[in-house]
């Protein structure tokens, strides 16, 4: 059902909510719930017996929408946790898996390089069984699992209009005005924290204590590494700078974020390493490793990963960029709602 601009009262029933938005981790739905137009009392509607979700409700723009709260990330949680909701909000047309995510740096995107703090939109989903992983947690082999169906006509149409160039260009301005909002309400939470502090290294290169740390564990092979640096960032390993890929648009913060529209990669474990990105992308054309669309998908085939680009899917993991990412993706939810017709 569509709502007029200035309604202010929520909708009568469940079936009223057509846009359902799935989030794995809190910081993901801050972001979004901080955009919402209006928020509507959760507790007016009854869940379905046995659904155990957390729901929050409101409006955006002309949309009611529901947000489901993961209990964690992952296929198994957002499959479950979608099944549950298609019984207590039987109404939903559109899915909206949004949050963050590892990007491949560069090639695959028809929008050329990607940057942290980018948008990526899947115009498929790919499930992806990234294998057997080595015990120190690095990606063994990466093998496509399965291709899921491509979405139903009303996505396709809707991601063909969204990727007009008209609409594009008007996208990627309401992302910023929107962003602003965010920025402005989260404060520091939601800003970018400079092209300084994003590293993209190269593929070969791994995080792990270096040589002249002397620990036993990480020198001991290629692909070992030891629990400590495991949590540790690169800053805290002495990752070497020399290894470093220079990168030509995050130096020009003004166009950001661009939001690339591709194949996105869902898999059961964290992608984490450079060379498997890199072979998934040029085997596949992969432009983003995540893991919570291909459970969503399960339930319902309409249904788009939203998410911003918070690091390279390598070795080198670090949190520096996770709430921005989230940011750059609740203003892109946004701005693409208003592109959504309601079905009257
Ligand atoms: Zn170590
Ligand atoms: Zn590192």
């Given at each position: 059902m569509s709502i007029g601009l200035w309604d202010s009262s929520p909708p009568a029933t469940q079936r009223d909510f057509?846009?359902?938005?799935?989030?794995?981790?809190?910081?993901?739905?801050?972001?979004?719930?901080?955009?919402?137009d209006r928020r509507w009392d959760s507790k007016i509607y009854r869940k379905a017996p046995g659904d155990t979700n957390s729901y929050s409700t409101g409006a955006i723009g002309h949309h009611n929408v529901v947000l489901v709260h993961l209990p964690n990330m992952g296929k198994v949680a957002a499959a479950t946790a979608a099944a549950f909701l298609r019984t207590s909000y039987e109404g939903i047309k559109l899915a909206l898996v949004v949050g963050i995510c590892g990007g491949i740096p560069s090639g695959r995107s028809l929008r050329g390089e990607m940057v942290l703090g980018d948008v990526v939109i899947s115009n498929e989903i790919i499930q992806y069984d990234f294998g057997r992983q080595f015990?120190?947690?690095?990606?063994?082999?990466?093998?496509v699992q399965d291709s899921l169906p491509r979405p139903p006509p009303a996505v396709r149409t809707f991601l063909a209009?969204?990727?007009?160039?008209?609409?594009?260009?008007?996208?990627?301005?309401?992302?910023?005005?929107?962003?602003?909002?965010?920025?402005?309400?989260?404060g520091n939470m939601a800003k970018y924290p400079g092209s300084s502090k994003d590293w993209l290294f190269n593929p070969t290169y791994r995080h792990k204590h270096h040589p002249s740390s002397g620990c036993p564990?990480?020198?001991?092979?290629?692909?070992?590494?030891?629990?400590?640096a495991l949590k540790l960032s690169c800053q805290e390993l002495g990752c070497n700078e020399q290894e470093l890929i220079s990168r030509v648009r995050s130096k020009a913060f003004s166009n950001f974020p661009v939001i690339h529209f591709g194949l996105v990669a869902s898999g059961d474990a964290v992608m984490k390493s450079g060379e498997d990105r890199d072979k998934a992308s040029s085997r596949d054309g992969v432009i983003a490793f995540e893991m919570e669309g291909a459970g969503v998908w399960e339930t319902f085939p309409s249904c788009l990963v939203i998410k911003g680009v918070?690091?390279?899917?390598?070795?080198?993991?670090?949190?520096i960029f996770q709430h921005f990412a989230a940011a750059t993706a609740a203003a892109t939810t946004k701005s693409i709602l208003k592109y959504w017709d309601p079905s009257k």
């Amino acid at each position: 059902m569509s709502i007029g601009l200035w309604d202010s009262s929520p909708p009568a029933t469940q079936r009223d909510f057509e846009i359902a938005i799935i989030c794995a981790l809190t910081l993901e739905a801050d972001a979004v719930t901080t955009l919402f137009d209006r928020r509507w009392d959760s507790k007016i509607y009854r869940k379905a017996p046995g659904d155990t979700n957390s729901y929050s409700t409101g409006a955006i723009g002309h949309h009611n929408v529901v947000l489901v709260h993961l209990p964690n990330m992952g296929k198994v949680a957002a499959a479950t946790a979608a099944a549950f909701l298609r019984t207590s909000y039987e109404g939903i047309k559109l899915a909206l898996v949004v949050g963050i995510c590892g990007g491949i740096p560069s090639g695959r995107s028809l929008r050329g390089e990607m940057v942290l703090g980018d948008v990526v939109i899947s115009n498929e989903i790919i499930q992806y069984d990234f294998g057997r992983q080595f015990p120190y947690g690095f990606v063994r082999k990466t093998d496509v699992q399965d291709s899921l169906p491509r979405p139903p006509p009303a996505v396709r149409t809707f991601l063909a209009m969204l990727q007009t160039t008209h609409t594009r260009d008007l996208l990627q301005k309401q992302t910023l005005e929107y962003l602003d909002v965010l920025q402005q309400k989260l404060g520091n939470m939601a800003k970018y924290p400079g092209s300084s502090k994003d590293w993209l290294f190269n593929p070969t290169y791994r995080h792990k204590h270096h040589p002249s740390s002397g620990c036993p564990e990480c020198n001991s092979g290629v692909a070992s590494i030891c629990d400590a640096a495991l949590k540790l960032s690169c800053q805290e390993l002495g990752c070497n700078e020399q290894e470093l890929i220079s990168r030509v648009r995050s130096k020009a913060f003004s166009n950001f974020p661009v939001i690339h529209f591709g194949l996105v990669a869902s898999g059961d474990a964290v992608m984490k390493s450079g060379e498997d990105r890199d072979k998934a992308s040029s085997r596949d054309g992969v432009i983003a490793f995540e893991m919570e669309g291909a459970g969503v998908w399960e339930t319902f085939p309409s249904c788009l990963v939203i998410k911003g680009v918070c690091d390279y899917a390598d070795s080198h993991k670090n949190k520096i960029f996770q709430h921005f990412a989230a940011a750059t993706a609740a203003a892109t939810t946004k701005s693409i709602l208003k592109y959504w017709d309601p079905s009257k």
